[in-house]
């Protein structure tokens, strides 16, 4: 199957495939942008092409899952909403109404070698912009950070499967380069037509391995790594029998084709400065997003004194609070004989406030003020459900001065060291 000037004549069936998965899977692509179409304009127009699948979703949703109410995008972390799942099913009935209408309205064209190749470069470029995307996250270490005070204190048994994924894959920072230069090499591969193939296997065998973690480890990014996962077979596909015959059969095989459709001298080299502007906007611009967040998650050196984990000296029985740990971005009250009870946190050194959120709310719950009056005390106040409190609490100085954090790395053992 070539891309250029093929004329040989592709296989009714083969045809039949070719038109449902490149609408399938082009409209699952728009579908889910996720960052990785670095294009300014492209959220804006989501908002406007996304209309009638919104529209199909919820009348599917309504009809074949008797739910109520219209369904609407909403930020929660999640890439396996209601919602989601619905728009995937929206992008399936499409893709089938449009390949029964394309099959019958073309159905003596020999073969599609030409539009394989544009379809080609949408996935090859799509999953490449995906893969550097999440590669750099992890190079920056920003995706999966170092396990904070509370999830140092929580049993194994407390934490969620996700929670224990984050936590095995935050502590290492070396495995988090592995994976995020395996990510990037896979995604920067498939940039360029003479490395697609090699740069579509890294990244099958790379998004294998982030399926099987997100469907073992319940993260709901179940659907966007499958779609990786079936994008990189997608651009397989065409070389199956020669990748077939070199490692299994053993045999050699003839070049591939990697000729792109010819154009004029100027479209030739206008499609060339685009295409190296694209990467160069892709690769800066994770790289600039990766140490500015990186920044934004290393805290002030004031708020620090501030982080850890502190015994409530004398608790208030109406709350049974025994406990108060302090990360950058949450808090959460141990409770005698209860469940912890968490919050998002915001800590002002300002003010010497404590701002406490109830999910993604974005006027503070509650407000508690703190005054520090050494490195191991400091006293709590505020209201509390209509009750005012006044807390000592004493600062746990050897919450991290634990086994998993203070292990690190041997290059000889007599023993295995599993405790």
């Not at 309504?62 to 739910?67: A, C, E, H, S, V």
């Not at 109404?97 to 030409?114: E, Q």
């Not at 070396?174 to 395996?182: C, E, Q």
Request: aromatic share 16%; glycine share 6%; with cysteine.
């Amino acid at each position: 199957m070539q891309y250029t000037s093929d004329t040989t004549t592709w296989l009714w069936a083969t045809k039949l495939a070719f038109r449902f998965f490149s609408v399938f899977l082009v409209t699952v692509i728009l579908l889910n942008p996720n960052g990785g179409i670095p294009l300014p304009f492209f959220h804006q127009a989501y908002q406007i092409y996304s209309i009638p699948f919104m529209v199909l979703a919820n009348w599917l949703g309504k009809n074949l899952y008797q739910l109520s109410g219209d369904l609407k995008p909403f930020q929660t972390g999640s890439g396996d909403t209601t919602l989601n799942y619905l728009l995937l099913l929206s992008a399936l009935v499409t893709s089938i109404i449009i390949t029964a209408i394309w099959s019958a309205l073309d159905y003596k064209r020999r073969n599609y070698s030409k539009l394989l190749y544009w379809v080609s470069v949408i996935i090859r470029y799509y999953l490449a912009t995906t893969m550097v995307m999440y590669g750099f996250a992890k190079i920056f270490k920003t995706q999966f950070p170092f396990p904070g005070t509370y999830r140092l204190e929580e049993t194994y048994g407390a934490s969620s499967p996700m929670g224990l994924a984050w936590t095995f894959f935050g502590y290492s920072a070396g495995y988090n380069y592995f994976m995020g230069f395996a990510e990037v090499l896979g995604g920067v591969l498939l940039f360029f037509r003479r490395t697609a193939t090699f740069g579509a296997l890294v990244t099958l065998a790379v998004s294998a391995n982030i399926m099987m973690v997100n469907y073992c480890f319940d993260v709901p990014v179940k659907i966007l790594s499958t779609t990786l996962v079936v994008l990189s077979l997608f651009l397989l596909a065409k070389d199956v029998k020669r990748l077939f015959n070199f490692f299994v059969m053993n045999r050699p095989v003839a070049p591939a084709i990697v000729e792109a459709p010819r154009y004029s001298k100027w479209q030739n080299i206008a499609l060339a400065v685009v295409k190296y502007l694209f990467i160069v906007e892709v690769l800066a611009g994770n790289i600039y997003q990766g140490i500015y967040r990186q920044k934004q998650m290393k805290p002030y050196t004031e708020q620090q004194k501030v982080y850890g984990k502190y015994e409530i000296v004398k608790p208030i029985d109406q709350f049974k609070w025994t406990s108060l740990t302090i990360n950058k971005d949450s808090a959460v009250f141990g409770r005698s004989g209860l469940a912890p009870l968490g919050f998002l946190c915001n800590v002002d050194m300002a003010s010497k406030q404590l701002f406490l959120f109830v999910d993604d709310d974005k006027v503070p719950h509650y407000k508690f003020g703190f005054k520090q009056l050494s490195a191991g005390k400091m006293v709590l106040d505020g209201n509390y459900q209509g009750i005012n409190f006044n807390l000592d609490l004493l600062k746990d100085m050897d919450s991290n001065n634990n086994r998993l954090m203070t292990r690190g790395f041997h290059w000889i053992n007599e023993y295995p060291y599993n405790r």
